[in-house]
């Protein structure tokens, strides 16, 4: 299915991570004038280098998004070059595992929900505020299967991926009617070289694949998933 994101604007938080940056160049290849955040300089020149000539339809803001004065003034930026903003993807997360309760230090504690739960919340009210006075947009926040499976060892992470599926959920009734549609998806262990490096051992072929999970993100933030509001959708390849 071809979809065409041609004069469309799309915020990716994250943008040039394992998984973000399938998510930036699909939007890209799709004609989309795409703005990513990020941290690390390096991550956004070789997602430009990546991209190609649609580089030209990138753009960059080096911040923390947790931060919501320095969030704001991203959405500033976007607003004053195009009006409008029709997408934001999260993909911002992190993870934490390994560590039985009685281990689990509140600094690891705060910095799942930091990661996990109040990236989305700063992105998403900062997202809305041109998407509720346009009575339109897509929302698409990128969870993980331990939101539903609580794993041994990771409380921090599965709380904190759990409270932001709720969030966003509840946040998808908030909206209902409203012509902005908030959708999360759930994958399992991303295939990335981190995660590759960090489980040597593993079935790598049953993990999903981040372009796949990315065209998933693509449809679900397009016309044609207009029927689809308030959903998590699991993405987990065969794993």
Known sequence: MHLDFSGKVVLVAGGTGGLGRSVSLTFLAEGASVHVTYRNPDEFTAL??????????????RVDVTNESAVAEVMTR??????????????????????????????????????????????????????RRQCAGSIVNVNAKAALDHAAGAAAYAASKAASLALF?????????SGIRVNSVLPSIIDTPANRSAMPSADFAAWPKPDDIARVILFLTSDAARVIHGAALPVYGNS
Do not use: C, E, K
Not at 169 to 177: E, F, M, Q, T, Y
């Open 169 to 177: 959920d509840s946040l998808a009734a908030d909206l209902r009617g």
């Open 48 to 61: 430009q280098q990546s991209a190609g000539p649609a580089s030209a339809s990138l753009t960059g803001h």
């Open 78 to 131: 976007i607003l004053a070059a195009h009006h409008r903003l029709d997408a934001l993807v999260n993909t911002i997360g992190g993870y934490a595992g390994g560590i039985p309760l009685w281990n689990l230090d509140a600094a690891t504690l705060d910095r799942m929900f930091s990661l996990n739960l109040r990236s989305g919340y700063v992105l998403a009210r900062a997202a809305l505020v041109p998407m």
